[in-house]
């Protein structure tokens, strides 16, 4: 089993003396479990090399997002007050191990396995004459004439390199054109040049082979200096700071501003560089010292420089047989295709649990309220919808047939900020009322609300969910939908798209908790509540599923009631700053992880305290910006029987899952869990975890 070394990281070792958990180191951890996937032999091969680029996906993010702060130390006039250097060299060290346990998996099992199965990236010195010339006519034909060099002179400074992107610093000696010896020039490749190309059949055999635009282009790269002899030469990649930062106080429009921050993000400040492991030293200090990165930011790796793109190598293998049987989510077991949606929410509220249950529901609620004649105005949230949605088109088609349509755009989502402004103004431009949420704080709610006349009334039917409006990503993410005509539920709805709109006022809400004014403080009360019947001999006891876990008031009111006697269990995806069991102080309390086909994403928090029980569905983490620096929402469900269903489904199949799970001990670290066979398939007689039994479970009721 490969894994990053962490035996010589203390995982409390933390930026801040605390006795939480860092949330770095947390975050590095989580992704050592997402590695795991990739090195398990029962995992069809290609989604071991899928797991191996969602890793590298998610590294890049944690250096665009969370890396800033460590790699300061090489800039002049750095304030070294804020920089535990303790810390940063223990978070470089665990982050160094990943990487290399990434490299050596990729080198020595998933390319090694895909050679076995005929498929390979043959690199040039495996290269047949005619595979050479083919190579050389592709490269003269597609890649040389979308190349230019750049020598380094006093009047050819460095040139500007894009955030991730690809390129190559290269070591020339004897003269250029005009007699001097200017010896360092930059190759910058693409982004539109294919990362893979298949050779074709004829040159191939009975195998399926490759080359990459990085082998094609280090291949020939005395052929981009004619006269001049090439000598040390890397591939490099450079990772920048990339979290969009605006003054919102001080610009007149959001929309405007954060367009023309898009356009400075590929060259913010650089956090990582990426070089071949066998780049020479004098290049590899040149080009920290060019990006003034210290040299723990550099990495030597043994393979491409970007991982995430051998996604494309994936996608042109194309063998269903390396691949995960294909799924196919069944449509909401509680709705009928043969009875209108609203007319079936009026009977009692609908759980959709995705991707076990289609997404295909909720667009069949919104479809239906856009021909609905008697719709009358349709408002929605949109944090991320992706660049291609159906239901964008279908809010468009909402407004050409006359129907009132605000939608409440979060314009700061992370890396989907474009997209997200595209839709603004195609929306704005048809006649749609767009609004952007709430001056410094985030619109995270997952929102639909459905107006409509009924008489002499008009009647509203709602949808929340613990997760976005992206029918793509509703295939991969656990989440659940909630559709209601609860008036209570859906009057709040209506006050707190009023408070979006127009932010006069913090409305008064009967059902929903709307952060940043009260869920922290009512989560807190909860877990008091529980605490307190605890101490008094009564029954405590606290389920919760979220993705991270790092707000310390919240952190703190669970060590409370864990000390009180409230059993505690935590299903935390990713970071998590609450250490677990630990002796005298956590001893209540137990963490564990799951991590498995799908991405977890549902968030459910249950509290029992005596008699009173209650549970929650909710879009926010318990993290301190979903508290107080996001507009979230959390929900009751009242409705008994879909309350065990919650629990049954995304609470109790997960504590007994003894596959998937990891759970945290009380140093911090993870440890697989490896419990009793469950009863699965007649056919795979295998273990399955909890993603596994949802799965057969809904495919049964198909």
């Not at 090399?49 to 996906?57: D, E, K, P």
């Not at 029980?613 to 301190?624: F, I, T």
């Amino acid at each position: 089993m490969i894994a990053p070394d962490t035996s010589t990281v203390n995982p409390t070792d933390s930026l801040v003396d605390t006795h939480w958990l860092d949330r770095d180191m947390s975050l590095l951890a989580f992704n050592a479990r997402v590695l795991h996937w990739a090195q398990k032999p029962d995992v069809p091969l290609l989604e071991r090399l899928r797991y191996l680029t969602i890793v590298s996906s998610n590294l890049d993010e944690f250096f665009e997002v969370r890396a800033a702060l460590y790699t300061s130390l090489a800039k002049p006039k750095v304030d070294l007050s804020a920089i535990d250097a303790q810390a940063q060299a223990a978070l470089s060290q665990v982050a160094h191990s990943l990487v290399d346990a990434q490299y050596t998996l990729y080198n020595d099992a998933l390319m090694p396995a895909l050679a076995k199965e005929g498929v390979r990236v043959v690199p040039h010195g495996d290269r047949s004459l005619a595979q050479q010339r083919w190579v050389k006519s592709f490269f003269e034909r597609e890649v040389r004439p979308l190349l230019l060099p750049v020598g380094l002179d006093p009047a050819h400074p460095f040139p500007q390199v894009a955030n991730k992107s690809l390129n190559f610093i290269v070591r020339l000696s004897g003269h250029d054109a005009f007699g001097r010896d200017n010896e360092i020039a930059i190759v910058k490749v693409p982004r539109s040049l294919p990362r893979f190309i298949r050779l074709p059949d004829k040159l191939s055999g009975k195998r399926t082979l490759f080359v990459s635009i990085s082998s094609v282009i280090r291949s020939h790269l005395k052929d981009l200096f004619p006269g001049r002899t090439v000598g040390d030469f890397s591939q490099f990649r450079v990772t920048r700071h990339s979290d969009l930062s605006v003054d919102e106080e001080d610009v007149k429009n959001l929309r405007t501003a954060l367009r023309q921050g898009l356009v400075h993000r590929n060259y913010g400040q650089a956090v990582r560089l990426e070089v071949s492991a066998g780049c020479a030293e004098p290049l590899a200090q040149m080009l920290l010292r060019q990006f003034e990165l210290p040299v723990s930011a550099l990495y030597r790796v043994h393979g491409p420089v970007n991982l995430v793109r051998l996604s494309q190598l994936i996608d042109l293998v194309d063998q269903p047989k390396w691949l995960f049987p294909r799924y196919e989510a069944s449509y909401p077991h509680q709705l009928a295709t043969t009875t209108p949606i609203i007319e079936q929410i009026k009977t009692g509220d609908v759980l959709i649990h995705q991707p076990y249950e289609s997404f295909d529901g909720v667009l069949a609620f919104l479809r239906e309220a856009v021909n609905d004649p008697a719709v009358l105005a349709i408002k929605q949230t949109i944090y991320r919808t992706g660049s291609d949605s159906v239901l964008m088109e279908l809010l468009r088609q909402a407004v050409q047939r006359g129907k009132e349509v605000t939608v409440v755009v979060e314009l700061k989502a992370r890396f989907d900020e474009e997209a997200n402004i595209n839709w603004a103004e195609k929306l704005e431009y048809i006649g749609a009322q767009v609004v952007y949420g709430v001056v410094g704080l985030k619109t995270h709610a997952k929102m639909l609300l459905v107006s409509r006349r009924e008489g002499h009334n008009i009647c509203r039917y709602g949808h929340l969910s613990t997760g976005n409006y992206n029918p793509k990503t509703a295939r991969l993410y656990t989440d659940l939908s909630y559709l209601t005509a609860n008036t209570k539920i859906t009057q709040d709805m209506e006050a707190v798209f009023g408070l979006l709109a127009n932010q006069s006022r913090i409305p008064r809400l009967g059902k929903l908790i709307l952060a940043p004014f009260a869920l922290q403080r009512s989560l807190i009360d909860w877990v008091e509540k529980t605490a307190k019947a605890a101490a008094a001999g009564a029954a405590g006891r606290i389920i919760l599923k979220m993705n991270s876990l790092t707000d310390e008031k919240l952190m703190e009111a669970l060590v409370n009631a864990g000390q009180a006697g409230v059993q505690v269990d935590l299903i935390v995806r990713g970071a998590c700053m609450l250490p677990a069991q630990r002796a005298g102080f956590t001893d209540n309390i137990r963490v564990r992880s799951i991590i498995g086909r799908f991405l977890e994403h549902s968030r459910v928090f249950y509290f029992s305290a005596g008699t009173q029980e209650a549970l929650y569905l909710s879009s926010a983490d318990w993290m301190n910006r979903n508290m107080l620096r996001r507009i979230e929402l959390a929900w009751p469900v009242e409705d008994a029987a879909l309350r065990r269903r919650i629990i049954d489904e995304c609470l109790t199949t997960y504590l007994q899952d003894s596959v998937d799970a990891w759970t945290m001990q009380a140093d911090g670290h993870y440890v697989q869990v490896h419990g009793t066979r469950s009863r699965s398939t007649a056919k795979t007689k295998l273990p399955m975890g909890a993603q596994g039994k949802l799965m057969a479970r809904y495919s049964a009721k198909s």
